[in-house]
Antibody, heavy 121, light 106 residues
Framework: EVQLVESGGGLVQPGGSLRLSCEAS????????MTWVRQAPGKGLELVSG????????SYADSVKGRFTISRDNSINTLFLQMNSLRVDDTAVYYC??????????????WGQGSLVIVSS | EIVMTQSPATLSVSPGDRATLSCRAS??????LAWYQQKPGQAPRLLIY???TRATGISARFSGSGSGTEFTLTINSLQSEDFAVYFC????????FGQGTKVEIK
């Protein structure tokens, strides 16, 4: 059974930093592109960042480029999102999701339960 | 960036009826289109990918169609568990989501 478990969310002041983690199990983590998606309260879904199997292939939404860094450690089946210079409008539930394709950007066939990030003074 | 536009924003449907949801892309995405269902307090769940392929375990009441820029999600014989928000997403090059359609009980 595929499982994705996010952690690391919480309350942080504007300008602060947080690191989200997503521990994966039930599939060959190193073989799949992974993605972070966020959802602000009462809003729709926004694709934040994706990372390919090699970690050299990363992509970011314009809204987080230069502030967020996605990474992965295939030895411990874990995806990360380092979030710096956080802003109030980064407040959202952050989901980790597995790609349906082994390579390239694709649909998202499994999602974690989400980790809430609140940016507020 | 490809913009995905869903309509209507809210769809009021009686249980047992059919719901038809639309998703339009600002430029062709071929058949690289997925549909997700999201219930309150839950993560989205994949329903359809490649425009018309049902994901594992998804009821045959859900069907997807379309290609290029126009796509449709049809839900036949709506059940109580189907009242939720539905999002489309393209994955032609990068990926973007539509803003969602809420299917509510009429």
């Amino acid at each position: 059974e595929v499982q994705l478990v996010e952690s690391g969310g919480g309350l942080v002041q504007p300008g602060g930093s947080l690191r989200l983690s997503c521990e994966a199990s039930g599939f060959s983590f190193s073989d799949y592109t992974m993605t972070w998606v966020r959802q602000a309260p009462g809003k729709g879904l926004e694709l934040v960042s994706g990372i390919g199997v090699s970690s050299d292939d990363t992509s970011y939404a314009d809204s987080v480029k230069g502030r967020f860094t996605i990474s992965r450690d295939n030895s411990i089946n874990t995806l990360f999102l380092q979030m710096n210079s956080l802003r109030v409008d980064d407040t959202a539930v952050y989901y980790c999701a597995k790609s349906g394709y082994r390579t390239g950007w694709s649909y998202l066939d499994f999602w974690g339960q989400g980790s809430l990030v609140i940016v507020s003074s | 960036e490809i913009v995905m536009t869903q309509s209507p924003a809210t769809l009021s449907v009686s249980p047992g009826d059919r719901a038809t949801l639309s998703c339009r892309a600002s430029q062709s995405v071929s058949s690289k289109l997925a549909w997700y269902q999201q219930k309150p307090g839950q993560a989205p769940r994949l329903l359809i990918y490649d425009a018309s392929t049902r994901a594992t375990g998804i009821s045959a009441r859900f069907s997807g169609s379309g290609s290029g820029t126009e796509f449709t999600l049809t839900i036949n014989s709506l059940q109580s568990e189907d009242f939720a928000v539905y999002f489309c997403q393209h994955y032609n090059n990068w990926r973007t989501f539509g803003q969602g359609t809420k299917v509510e009980i009429k």
